[in-house]
């Protein structure tokens, strides 16, 4: 039988520790050159939908200690409004009943049978927390109390039970531009995670004074500047485009999540413009990309294997910048998913026989 | 709701003359830079199966005019049993029932949604017979009338299909090492395209005086040689290495089907041995693969754009070379089995639901 899992199912049964715990594992086997990551690819063509491109996006991983090979596919249809100055990305949910389009599958690298076929949502949220959450583990001071995060959205809040999970946290202060998303996100993430989570007005009342200064929106320019940073303190940017360059230039070390960052792109002649390098339009987004070497920073996978150190005093900056996701994340966060979610009797059961054949060409 | 196909749905309704219609036409579209292609990637693992390989191989494809993208995926665990001083390449079906694992998910750029999911044997197997029947249409003599083909598998009943629905055949003669599986094909073919196709004992006897001489077998190295060559011939090849550097030299023309010919190989330390390099094991094999510069030929869509010319003169020795697939043609191909079998009414309908999510991280 092949599972087909829904994100409600994974949601029930995948937590932060052990999805924290399953990365650290498998990030050691990738420092040692036993697993497998395809760089992400994406393709970008025209869509009949008004104003918008489609992107189809592929990347691929294998942890033979797991025996499991996934493929994680987005089939998205983007626009780019504008607000004021900036163009925003955005991914409309064009699908029917209004869904977006991401997908993960599954593979046996015992047998090369299809095990799973599971919606992205879940485990790309909890990758991306447990994936900045090791950046604090290895780089933020042991004793770090206070946390402040820019962004009140999905991710913001696996970013915040990732830095729990890690470190005793004692407050947390957080600022986004709309009252009321950032006053909502306080009052769940207050209630989910036993620690006080307070809105703020501006970034600054955040970020004063935290111990770890947590990034996770969709900007696409940044919004940590210089004038922010402390001494002691960790920074954390679950995009790339988040932390101005300047910003980085002070920390004492700064780690990328992955040095290769170069998806391959397959674009169609003339598209090459807003919609395949939106950054273009926000000339600091688009200099601070270029500004960042990251083929010339550690990655996670040094600080894991100890390559690297992450801190080396209590007044050192760190900072820990998660330019680009790895296949490899999703074959070993999917097959959490997948044990787990079979463990609880949860998804739907069709057989595997669906997805395999009699021929091989 | 999202189809899944198998196999024979697709067999029942895919027939060669459109596959080779939806393929020049949409040839047409990647010669325009209307098309897009994602280069396929390898990505090679040990796994716990005795004494083979994992495999996780991927291309994308996306074709704007038929408003879809395909990811084609194959998982498959790959030996190299040897037979004399020979490896050959064997995929085994590990999974469950003994079955292969290759797979085609098919999206609308109109919506994002997944529109299919099949089983990738059929389609391969129309879209390698009518990539090389392009490369007879566009190169082989108009009154070609005798072809020769080395082979006797499934691969080799699509290219006499192919070569058929191209050109007039009055004969076709076959050999095979294997006699029984000669003689089945030959009795299989002669009903099939109510032409003689007679299987003979040397390959001399089946290539002497053939207008078309076709080579599509699993060898790992060449098995026509310069020796075989005549003037007014058109070889065609469904792997690269079938075809003596030797013979490909004695071409007046001679087209690959696409320039760009390298996967991305992500191999794990170690494993860049027989395993992800089989063709080192058979010294003059590699030998060929190095010699055949792929990216100085012209490649298919150079023959449908009109931009080289296929044949300039009866005597002109002519050969076409498929030797690496694109996801674009899984797209073009898949969207055509699809079409024709929502009309056909066949297919399990599922949920789109169930593919889809109301998230996007």
């Not at 491109?53 to 200690?65: A, E, N, R, T």
């Amino acid at each position: 039988m092949t599972l087909i899992l829904s994100n409600e199912d994974v949601e029930r049964v995948l937590g932060m520790d052990e999805t924290i715990a399953i990365l650290e594992e498998t990030y050691r086997e990738l420092a040692e050159g036993t697993g497998i990551s395809r760089v992400r690819s994406d393709c970008l063509a025209p869509t009949s939908h008004e104003d918008a491109i489609y992107g189809l996006k592929s990347m691929d991983g294998v942890v033979p200690s797991l025996e499991v090979g996934a493929v994680r596919i987005n089939s998205d249809i983007i626009t780019w409004p504008r607000t004021g100055n900036h163009r925003r990305r955005v991914k409309v949910p064009a699908a029917p009943n209004d869904r977006y389009v991401g997908l993960i599958l599954l593979f046996s690298t015992a047998s090369g049978a299809p095990l799973a076929i599971l919606p992205d949502g879940v485990v790309q949220r909890m990758r991306v927390g447990a994936t900045n959450g090791l950046g604090i583990k290895y780089m933020a001071r042991e004793d770090a109390r206070t946390a402040a995060i820019l962004g009140s959205g999905w991710q913001a809040g696996a970013q915040l039970i990732a830095a729990a999970s890690v470190r005793n946290l004692e407050e947390i202060r957080c600022f986004s531009p709309n009252a009321a998303h950032r006053q909502a996100f306080s009052q769940t993430m207050t209630g989910l995670l036993g620690i006080p989570v307070l809105a703020v007005d501006h970034p600054e009342e955040a970020l004063e004074g935290a111990d770890i200064a947590l990034c996770a929106t969709n900007a696409n320019s940044a919004i940590f500047g210089p004038e922010w940073v402390r001494p002691g303190q960790h920074i954390s940017a679950i995009k790339h485009v988040e932390i101005d360059s300047a910003a980085v230039a002070l920390a004492d070390r700064a780690v990328t999540h992955i040095k290769d960052s170069s998806p391959i792109h397959c674009v169609i002649e003339g598209m090459d413009g807003m919609e395949a390098l939106p950054s273009r339009y926000t000339a600091k987004g688009w200099a601070d990309i270029e500004a960042l070497d990251f083929a010339a920073m550690p990655e996670l996978t040094d600080l894991i294997s100890g390559r690297v150190p992450g801190r080396e005093g209590r007044h050192e900056i760190t900072c820990f910048i998660n330019n680009f996701g790895l296949g490899y994340q999703f074959a070993a966060v999917g097959w959490l998913a997948l044990d787990k979610a079979k463990a609880a009797g949860l998804g739907r059961e069709v057989p595997t026989d669906w997805f395999t054949e009699t021929v091989h060409p």
